[in-house]
């Protein structure tokens, strides 16, 4: 990127933060409620998990931890294997290797990106414990046939719905149908706390169990008496305060990111060489990022061409089957993740986008396409 021309400058995304966080977040100061304890933390849990329709919620400071404590809680370790997409972010698959488990990668969907549940199946062996499913850039995994081959050979799932708040699959809300889920709250999620995370779970014993290995493992009713190994994995009441208020307006949030979607649909929707995520009829998604594909030749080129007006863009995640520590795996051929990952471009997707920077996104874009 060159030097910024701040006047000109479309970031990949900003959040949306208003007077209401800063309202909250004065009161965490005035109060001297900073840390772990306050209002906000137990709030924040209950609005989140009325807005997901789920039973308990548990807040953390990051969705990395929220994955750990969800392979911890259901008692993935050593000797087990978790399938999981290998075109993600990595923390998703960082979460398997942190309870000494084996990770088994699988194939994306071409149309939705997502893992592909014809490609689960395939991988299950009698070492599999678990299926992580990542709802990715904002679009739910078909989590019908998932669930059902879970059932069918006894396996956890595991939601990860980092990128997918509000995201709906069938009507319902993604991050309500495995056995523990998750989500991530960083400052470029559609709810974002700064850092932080959530793990969400309809069982009473799970959600004690991740309440106690987030706040050390300490026992209930007897302070300073930890009978188990824990973690500080808790969130702040600051960060907490933060995610009420967004939570508060999370359907204004979503509502701007459908507009947002709906511009770039119809500008880029016809453009020779442009291939959008395609919605499913089943689902509804959130656009966290709204993503495209290009031939792999010109994705960089254009990438530079975008920065150089100004455009800030993210590629796609590289397959995580192909990282060095992962290295016993990257000669397995996962060819539609690893054709989206050298194709796709990420564009500017924030809530604080005007109709006409995505406008003139989409004419730069249409620009460098066409002139070649």
């Not at 290797?97 to 199946?121: L, Q």
Request: glycine share 8%; charged share 25%.
């Amino acid at each position: 990127m060159p030097e910024i021309d701040r006047d000109r400058f479309i970031p990949v995304y900003r959040p949306l933060i208003g007077a209401r966080e800063r309202r909250y977040v004065d009161e965490c100061l005035k109060t001297g409620w900073i840390s772990s304890r306050g209002r906000f933390v137990e709030e924040f849990e209950k609005s989140f998990a009325e807005f997901l329709g789920a039973n308990h919620t548990i807040a953390v400071c990051n969705g990395t931890v929220a994955l750990h404590l969800a392979m911890l809680a259901l008692g993935i370790g050593r000797g087990d294997e978790v399938i999981v997409p290998t075109l993600t972010y990595v923390s998703s698959v960082n979460a398997v290797k942190y309870v000494d488990a084996t990770p088994v990668f699988a194939d994306s969907h071409p149309e939705y990106w997502g893992i592909d549940p014809a490609r689960i199946e395939e991988n299950i062996t009698p070492k599999t414990k678990a299926i992580v499913t990542v709802h990715l850039y904002g679009h739910p995994c078909d989590m019908d046939p998932i669930m059902e081959i879970a059932k069918q050979h006894d396996l956890f799932v595991i939601e990860d719905a980092a990128e997918a708040h509000g995201a709906e699959y069938k009507g319902r809300r993604a991050g309500n149908f495995g056995k523990v889920n998750t989500f991530s709250f960083y400052g470029n999620k559609i709810i974002t706390t700064g850092e932080g995370g959530m793990v969400v779970t309809d069982s009473d014993s799970l959600s004690k169990l991740c309440r106690r290995l987030r706040g050390q493992g300490v026992v209930a009713e007897n302070t300073y008496w930890h009978d188990i190994l824990g973690y500080n994995y808790r969130m702040s009441n600051v960060a907490a305060a933060i995610g009420l208020a967004q939570l508060e307006r999370v359907n204004e949030t979503l509502a701007r990111k459908r507009t947002i979607a709906e511009v770039y649909i119809g500008e880029l929707g016809s453009v020779d060489g442009v291939v959008l995520q395609a919605e499913a009829p089943w689902a509804r998604n959130v656009y966290w990022m709204f993503s495209i594909l290009v031939s792999q030749k010109q994705r960089e080129p254009l990438r530079l061409y975008l920065a150089q007006e100004m455009v800030e863009t993210r590629p796609f995640f590289s397959p995580v089957h192909m990282m060095p520590m992962y290295s016993e795996h990257e000669n397995r051929n996962l060819p539609v993740a690893q054709d989206l990952a050298v194709r796709g471009i990420n564009l500017p997707s924030g809530p604080t986008l005007t109709d006409a920077e995505v406008r003139r996104v989409c004419h730069l874009v249409r620009q460098y396409l066409t002139r070649r």
